[in-house]
Nanobody, 120 residues
Framework: QVHLVESGGGTVQPGRSLRLSCEVSGNIGSLDVWGWHRQAPGKERELVGTSNSGGRTHYADSVKDRFTISRDNDKNSIYLHMNDLKPEDTAVYFC??????????????WGQGTQVTVSS
């Protein structure tokens, strides 16, 4: 089975930076799309950003120029680098991947989430 485990969340002051990590385990086959979503209290889950195997990236307007997604194949990890954090960035952040085993359908796997709180 494929598992995603996020880490790196916490409480930070506005304007500070934080890096979230997502460790991927299991046989994922080919990694097609990877990214991050978030869900604030009382709100629906929303896209933060994605990257794909074709080299394309997409970020929500609310985080563009502040957040960056990266990937380390050697560490089987995906990262979300967050700069200039704002109180409205407070949410549970989820890692998500789309992956395909040879001959099989594309699958989506989610992590359990990590809490980020931005407060003075």
């Amino acid at each position: 089975q494929v598992h995603l485990v996020e880490s790196g969340g916490g409480t930070v002051q506005p304007g500070r930076s934080l890096r979230l990590s997502c460790e991927v385990s299991g046989n994922i086959g080919s990694l097609d799309v990877w990214g991050w979503h978030r869900q604030a209290p009382g709100k629906e889950r929303e896209l933060v950003g994605t990257s794909n195997s074709g080299g394309r990236t997409h970020y929500a307007d609310s985080v563009k120029d502040r957040f960056t997604i990266s990937r380390d194949n050697d560490k089987n990890s995906i990262y979300l680098h967050m700069n200039d954090l704002k109180p409205e960035d407070t949410a549970v952040y989820f890692c998500n991947i789309y992956h395909t085993l040879s001959g099989g359908p594309q699958r989506s796997t989610w992590g359990q989430g990590t809490q980020v709180t931005v407060s003075s």
